[in-house]
């Protein structure tokens, strides 16, 4: 997949509202084929990279190539071959489920739009609601038909905006089983999300705070990436440890995974002698592992908190 | 920007026919559109119908006689007027002028002579036509009375079919003399104005409130496609508005129609347009939906105010005229009074047929050009 070619090559890409400067010199590859993640917390930007990537945002400075076009100049040819799902439900509430689907087919200029429609209804399962209104339709339900939607004209690129956000574990699980299916088939995705499995099922993750990027690559590149030492602390008596830790020389970072806390820091050795002394006359035990995703996240989302306050 | 390149019929007709379905579930939105025709005309025509009673007159006598006396009489019990005294004719004018009296009645001297020698006497009626929905009935009303009263005083020879008096009116202040048949041909403007504007100024707007306008962009969908396709469906709603108007007006206000039915469509097509060309260019400067209705009342006001709808246009001072011939409105009055009162052909409609073209031209280049085809 290394060698695919880049279905995304953007870089330098800025955005500002106002005086508000939301993307900053952004820069994002993307190989045809992968699923590449987006990660971020709330504000950090995702959605307007999103899109300023199919054209509904127009970039203040940068340059780059979507599907092989200029983001900049030829947003029109980029969108008839993306398909965008947006983080809002944005299909009409007021019109069914077949309405939706044919005006979809419709701006799309789709050919036979009956049986692109019905087909579509078909594998959504949705056939014997077709006259249903779309607004209706409960979360899961709405997310399914908007990836349907947006897969109506057969897109080279999928953009997907935190597609399960509020959605359950399983039409999660499926939904994602769908991603990898079509992936499979060599359309490439990005997708914005805030849940780390969904994170780790990425082929390439970037995450991005404050309108930087602060790291990309593969799961295990980006928490390699941050030269964590982490250990896991488990035992009775854990209320209170995290706050008592924050403090401490050498430690960077304390976050808590229902009973058990882990501690990380840049420098193994204070990490090591400082946790060492303060559990010394404690029944707790703490053992070293290999930090996790989440772990590198969090020491991300502090960096960026204490480089942009600071 | 060219928004002309690449359009595509079929996706405008995708457009077009997403509109109606949206319209069709809209209960609120249909409900306006019928609603408010019937509620103005229930309004408008409703001080139109009502015949004030009681209207404070009075009366110069110059020539008392028997006729005048018993024609004073019948004033009286008409219920139409109420006499508050004989009065000179100085005094007269100073209770016009106060507002104190709506009519003032004169018998000017010789009126028995020339009743008696059968030469028609003049009996003149001076009217405050500031309010011409209370002078509009009144003089049919002494005409009536000027029949009956000489009906009763000469029973031996056949009712008249006029009064045996010429009467003369003046309309003081008011000189235009607004009547029923003024109000009504102007509620067409008046209706569709304030409908067509906010309709498609609404239609916009509420995809961009409810998030959809993102999917809308994201689709090849160019920014005309979108404009017009929102816009047909809204011509069709105006032109029933207009039909369920000249149907009140013909069948339930006896409002007469000399010109052609035909070129009456022909220019309230062209209103419905410049109108729908607002409508639209509002939806694409406001945020929200608060705002397009914010737009559309900042533009019906002075429309309705300064068009010649509620004043009489050439009353109004130069500033509002000016204003007032910058609105379709005020050519769109003209234009229907001509048809339907006077009825004016095709060849005297150029005068005001051009300022509201001018209107839409400008505002259309303005739409397109705030047109955003991106979320910026
Ligand atoms: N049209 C706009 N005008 C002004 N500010 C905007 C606009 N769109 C986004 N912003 C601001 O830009 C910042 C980034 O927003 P964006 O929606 O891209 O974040 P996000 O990463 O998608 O967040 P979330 O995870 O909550 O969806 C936010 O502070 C937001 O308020
Ligand atoms: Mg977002």
Not at chain 1, 277 to 299: G, N, W
Not at chain 2, 72 to 93: H, L, P, W
Not at chain 2, 301 to 322: C, H, K, N
Request: overall charge neutral; glycine content about 10%; some cysteine.
């Amino acid at each position: 997949m290394d060698n695919a070619p880049l279905v995304i090559d953007v870089a330098g890409i800025n955005k500002r509202f106002g005086d508000k400067h939301v993307v900053k010199d952004l820069a994002l590859q993307v190989r045809e084929g992968e699923i590449f993640g987006f990660l971020g917390p709330n504000g950090s930007g995702k959605t307007t990279s999103i899109r300023m990537l199919c054209g509904l945002l127009t970039p203040d400075s940068g340059r780059g190539t979507c599907l092989g076009l200029d983001v900049l100049t030829e947003s029109a040819a980029i969108k008839r071959q993306v398909g965008y799902m947006t983080q809002r439900f944005s299909l009409w509430d007021d019109l069914t489920i077949a309405e939706n689907l044919d005006f979809v087919a419709r701006m799309f200029g789709m050919k036979d739009r009956s049986t692109v429609v019905d087909k579509a209804l078909d594998d959504l399962g949705l056939s014997g609601r077709r006259k249903q209104l779309a607004g209706t339709l409960s979360g899961g339900w709405k997310q399914r038909l908007s990836l349907a939607a947006c897969l109506l004209h057969h897109p080279k690129l999928l953009l997907l905006d935190e597609p399960t956000a509020g959605v359950d574990p399983k039409a999660r699980r499926d939904f994602w089983e769908e991603i990898h299916h079509l992936s499979a088939a060599g359309i490439t995705v990005l997708v914005s999300t805030h849940y780390m499995d969904e994170a780790e099922r990425c082929h390439r993750l970037a995450y991005i705070a404050y309108g930087t990027l602060m790291a990309s690559g593969t799961a295990v590149e980006v928490v390699t990436g941050q030269h964590l030492h982490t250990w896991e602390i488990t035992g009775t008596g854990l209320q209170g440890m995290g706050e008592a830790l924050r403090a401490l020389p050498g430690v960077d970072l304390v976050a808590s995974f229902g009973a058990t806390l882990h501690v990380s820091g840049k420098d193994r050795d204070a990490l090591e002698a400082t946790l060492k002394s303060r559990l010394r006359d404690t029944p707790l035990k703490m053992t070293a592992v290999p930090p996790s995703l989440e772990d590198a996240f969090i020491y991300l989302m502090q960096g960026s908190q204490d480089q942009f306050q600071g | 920007m060219n928004g002309f390149s690449g359009f595509s019929f079929s996706r405008w007709i995708g457009i077009l026919l997403k509109e109606f379905i949206q319209l069709k579930r809209d209960r609120l939105t249909f409900g306006m559109i019928i609603g408010i025709p019937i509620m103005q005309l229930m309004l408008f025509g409703f001080a139109i119908n009502s015949d004030p009673k009681h209207l404070p007159t009075a009366v110069v006598m110059a020539d008392p006689g028997p006729f005048a006396r018993a024609y004073v009489a019948a004033m009286r019990n008409s219920d139409y007027f109420k006499i508050v005294g004989s009065v000179n004719e100085r005094e007269a004018n100073d209770l016009l002028e106060r507002s104190k009296v709506q009519f003032v009645v004169t018998f000017p001297p010789g009126f028995n002579r020339d009743l008696v020698r059968g030469k028609p006497p003049v009996l003149l009626v001076e009217a405050d036509a500031t309010d011409p929905m209370a002078t509009g009935g009144a003089i049919s009303v002494l005409n009536h009375l000027g029949i009956d009263v000489f009906a009763q005083d000469m029973p031996g020879l056949n009712r008249p079919s006029a009064p045996p008096f010429e009467l003369r009116v003046h309309r003081r202040y008011n000189p235009e003399g607004i009547t029923a048949y003024n109000v009504v041909p102007g509620l067409l403007g008046v209706i569709l104005t304030m409908t067509m504007v906010l309709m498609t100024g609404l239609a916009m707007t509420r995809e961009r409130e409810r998030g959809t306008f993102e999917n809308l962009l994201a689709t090849p969908a160019t920014p005309v496609e979108v404009m017009t396709g929102k816009i047909v469906p809204y011509i069709l709603i105006g032109l029933i508005q207009v039909t369920l108007v000249l149907l009140a007006a013909r069948w339930v206000f006896n409002v007469p129609m000399y010109g052609n039915l035909l070129l009456l469509y022909g220019v309230v097509l062209l209103f419905i347009c410049a109108n729908l060309t607002l409508g639209i260019t509002f939806s694409s400067i406001a945020r929200n939906q608060l705002q397009a209705m914010q737009m559309t009342f900042f533009f019906f006001l002075p429309s309705m105010l300064l068009s010649g709808f509620m004043f009489p246009f050439r009353g109004m001072p130069e500033w509002a005229q000016v204003v007032g011939n910058v609105l379709p409105l005020t050519h769109f009055l003209v234009l229907v009074r001509g048809i339907m009162l006077k009825g004016n052909g095709v060849n005297m409609l150029w005068d005001q047929v051009w300022p509201i073209l001018l209107f839409m031209g400008v505002v259309l280049a303005l739409g397109l050009k705030t047109f955003r085809r991106t979320l910026d």
